[in-house]
């Protein structure tokens, strides 16, 4: 579940939610939030997204974060442009 808060994702972990991704915070928010939800709900994955990019990867790890997700990976990947004729 998608979640833009601590309070968000602790509504949504309480309802039995596997997977919390919390999406554009502040390491800081998103580090107390994640700690609030593992306190709780300790066999949640959560995941940290929005914004995150090599630079401040850093700052989004932590003991309470599972997975990172990051856009920048792929947003500006160049096409390929192939045909396959079989």
């Known amino acids: 579940v998608e979640c833009s808060s601590a309070d968000e994702a602790l509504a949504a ?48 790890l932590g003991p309470h974060i599972d997975v990172v997700s990051m856009g920048c990976l792929t947003h500006s990947a160049p096409a390929l442009d192939f045909a396959l004729r079989v």
């Open 13 to 60: 972990a309480g309802a039995g939610a596997d997977i919390i991704l919390l999406d554009n915070l502040a390491p800081q928010e998103l580090h107390a939030a994640a700690a609030h939800i593992k306190a709780a709900h300790p066999g949640v994955t959560v995941e940290a997204s929005g914004g995150i990019v090599l630079g401040t990867l850093p700052q989004f």
